[in-house]
């Protein structure tokens, strides 16, 4: 039901910004890659932290925001391991076929890897099946 309620604020435009997974790579604002916040921080510091606006990295096309020299230097040398699953999009809305939007502070690192969703109401439902929602992402 909680499925069926989610595609349908999707299809409705509540609030939403939804797109099929194959229109757009990197979840980008103009803030910036997720929002403008560092990526690295999620792994170093536990905890959604802000970039700096002068340190920055272009990668996929999109700009990327760091809280320090050290942690840009970290993403460059392996973006992979430290960037967001679905290119930063919310997992449940892609485990669902779309890119929907995050708020930062919804987040959780599953396996070594950095997972965004919606809200934090949608990160519980997340949360109850990770594995099976990553499964289905694929």
């Not at 999109?62 to 992979?80: A, D, G, H, R």
């Not at 679905?86 to 070594?112: L, M, R, S, T």
């Amino acid at each position: 039901m909680r499925i069926f309620i989610f595609v349908l604020l999707l299809l409705t435009g509540f609030g939403l910004t939804a797109q099929t997974k194959k229109e757009s790579k990197i979840f980008t604002t103009k803030e910036g890659a997720i929002k403008g916040y560092d990526p690295v921080a999620y792994f170093t510091e536990n905890k959604p932290v802000k970039g700096n606006k002068t340190i920055t990295y272009n990668w996929q096309g999109s700009v990327w925001y760091f809280s320090s020299e050290n942690n840009k230097n970290l993403f460059i040398t392996q973006p992979e391991k430290y960037a967001p699953q679905y290119g930063g999009y919310c997992a449940y809305g892609w485990a669902q076929g779309y890119a929907v939007k995050i708020e930062p502070d919804a987040w959780a690192i599953h396996e070594g890897k950095l997972y965004l969703n919606y809200d934090k109401k949608v990160q519980k439902d997340w949360d109850k099946d990770r594995a099976g929602y990553i499964k289905k992402s694929r």
